[in-house]
């Protein structure tokens, strides 16, 4: 038994190091901070890790990179603002296989927003953000123990798809403090897959190429080399096809939600069946198809405008109802107004 | 000849390079691969960084371990590369706008930090890749495609930003003066900390046709008869304009 007393920031940089962190690099920016200042500390002890504070995100998703082409695990964290500054670099970690993993722990925006409240409104960004199409790996924890559990889980996951893997936060969670058995998570670290920079003769680049060379003109050569990174990252994405359900045949309306507004959600007690996805992207079409079955209504509760609730029309191909939670403001009491409203709730 | 002598250097299974016939660049990475050499820098030892241009292919060039990143972030991705693995040579070469302009804000920085890295700088006053615009190193009154009435800015001084660190390593030659190009990179390879050189280049394709140049080798000409060596730097004293030299401190 190892149980201590921890935030969900302080979590994540314990489960980094757990998991064989060896670079961070980062900028500060509210409700992050802690998981660099954290990590800030490390190298006085341990001299195999390095940590820069960098001038921006940029800087710092590009350096993890090059840190991690070079051999090392990286990663680093960030909230919306930081994340929007570095979607051209995970383009370039998805184009040249570079395994790292992105904390955005969310707020609320557009824009600064609301700095200190939290939010899940980069949900779509952490899919969608940086052009062009590309498949990401994200996942999703509801509590301090799963902050831990899922940030190794995604040091292991990226190395395993050689593929940059988000831990997509919220600033509830970030600063939430439980209780947690930190033996009790035993989830062994992957080693590096990659060999070392500086013995080879290799080229990594952000242009489409084929061993090595870039090949720029050829669209046969793209689709065949597209279908096999999605069809790579898919393989260990299904490895890690993690959720949460609880089923009820009484009940005709299954609630979906995500991360630290599933716990609060869960409240609304056993008139429901419910459904969380914690291995947010890719979506688990299949799993969210087999816990739709038989029910009616399905309602997705979240904090943002509805994201991830188009998704799930998408994958059922049917109607849901969204219930925002936005402005940062997770109560149960505005979420059952918000469900009157709109007629799915059971009292 | 120096295909032989420098095939650990360059990938020349690649060549052609993409570069348009006549273009510096060519000049430039020869000269970087024999300082190299005579350095005893290889792919045992050292990785070469670019960011996104004509300059930015010259990673993909070398036959080493290298990474062809974005554009303006080739200084914050090798400074990643270096702080994982200090034992390696890390080398940056870039164009003047991937490494003034767009990635101008990680310059000021790493340079700042002292990041142990070995920057070099094509300075060809031009954006060669998307077709000429203007860069941070355009002259004042230099008219590019996004400058119809000519550049109205003085360009960006390296120099001065270099040397406004407490520590600094800042070198301009050109790709006409091959002797001195090579002494100045062996010598930033040798010195310890950031380094930066300039190399003034030109792009007869996409700028000195329109500035009425006809060939290369007139451009050339310009960059010799423009520039001159400085061998005899006072501490402290600045290099001017059509000065080619070392300063460190
Ligand atoms: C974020 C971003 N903006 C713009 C571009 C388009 N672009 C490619 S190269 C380049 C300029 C390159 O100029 P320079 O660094 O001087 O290199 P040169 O081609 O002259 O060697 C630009 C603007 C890009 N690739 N990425
Ligand atoms: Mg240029």
Redesign the interface.
């Known amino acids: 038994m190892d149980t201590r007393f921890l935030q969900g920031n302080e979590a994540v940089a314990l489960a980094a190091l757990q998991a064989g962190i060896q670079f961070y690099a980062g900028y500060p920016i509210t409700p992050a901070t802690e998981i660099m200042e954290l990590l800030a500390e490390e190298p006085a002890r341990n001299p195999r890790f390095a940590y820069l504070h960098f001038e921006d995100e940029i800087a710092s998703i590009n350096a993890i990179v090059g840190a991690s082409l070079a051999g090392a695990k990286a990663m680093t964290a960030t909230s919306g603002p930081g994340f929007s500054l570095m979607q051209e670099g995970i383009g370039l970690a998805h184009m040249t296989r570079a395994p790292i993993v992105i904390v955005d722990v969310q707020r609320v925006g557009p824009s600064t927003g609301m700095p200190t409240l939290p939010s899940q409104g980069d949900v779509m960004q952490a899919r969608y953000g940086s052009h062009g199409d590309f498949y990401p790996i994200a996942f999703s924890p509801n509590s301090v123990e799963e902050a831990y559990a899922q940030t190794i889980i995604s040091f292991n996951a990226a190395e395993e798809s050689l593929s940059p893997v988000v831990l997509l936060m919220d600033g509830y969670i970030g600063h939430l403090y439980e209780a947690i058995d930190l033996d009790a998570v035993n989830i062994p670290p992957v080693p590096r897959s990659r060999p070392p920079f500086g013995q080879g003769r290799r080229h990594f680049t952000g242009l489409l190429s084929r061993d090595d060379v870039p090949d720029t003109k050829d669209s046969a050569y793209y689709r065949e080399w597209y279908a096999g990174y999605k069809k790579e990252i898919q393989i260990v994405a299904d490895k890690y096809a993690l959720f949460e359900t609880v089923p009820n045949d009484k009940s005709n309306t299954i609630i979906i939600s995500y991360g630290i507004t599933s716990r609060i959600v869960r409240e609304l007690g056993d008139a429901y069946a419910y459904f969380r996805p914690i291995r947010i992207w890719p979506s688990l079409d299949r799993e969210i198809i087999e816990a739709c079955q038989g029910h009616k209504k399905v309602v997705v509760i979240e904090m943002n405008d509805g994201q991830y609730g188009g998704e799930i029309e998408r994958i059922l191909k049917r109607e849901s109802v969204s219930i925002p939670v936005i402005g940062g403001d997770l109560s149960l009491s505005q979420i059952v107004a918000t469900m009157r409203e709109k007629k799915v709730y059971k009292a | 000849m120096y295909q032989e002598e420098l095939k650990e250097y360059l ?1 020349f299974s ?1 060549w052609p390079t993409m570069w348009c016939p006549g273009c510096g660049l060519g000049i430039m990475q020869r000269v970087i691969a024999e300082a190299m050499k005579e350095s005893n820098l290889d ?5 070469i ?1 670019s960011g ?1 241009g004509c300059t930015g292919r010259t ?2 060039y070398f ?8 554009h303006g ?1 080739a200084v ?6 270096k ?3 200090p ?2 040579n890390v080398v940056v070469v870039s164009g003047d706008g991937d490494i003034f302009g767009i990635g101008g ?2 310059l ?2 790493s340079s700042r930090r002292n990041a142990n890295l070995k920057v070099i700088v094509n300075v060809n006053d031009i954006y060669g890749l998307t077709g000429g615009q203007m860069s941070p190193c355009t002259p004042k009154g230099v008219k590019t495609v996004t400058s119809p009435q000519g550049s109205p800015y003085d360009p960006f001084n390296a120099q001065g930003l270099i040397t406004s660190n407490a520590h600094y390593f800042y070198a301009r030659s050109s790709v006409w003066h091959q002797p001195h190009l090579k002494k100045c990179i062996k010598e930033m390879m040798s010195w310890h900390g950031f380094a930066l050189l300039e190399v003034r280049d030109y792009c007869i394709e996409n700028n000195g046709r329109r500035l009425g140049f006809k060939n290369p080798h007139e451009m050339l000409m310009q960059i010799k008869e423009t520039y001159k060596i400085k061998s005899d730097l006072q501490p402290g004293q600045q290099l001017a304009q059509n000065e080619l030299g070392i300063m460190t401190r």
């Open positions: 990938r690649r792919h045992t030892n050292t990785t960084i996104i990673a993909g036959n080493f371990d290298s990474i062809h990143g974005l972030r914050c991705l090798a400074e990643g590369v702080a994982v693995r034992d390696l804000n990680h000021l920085h």
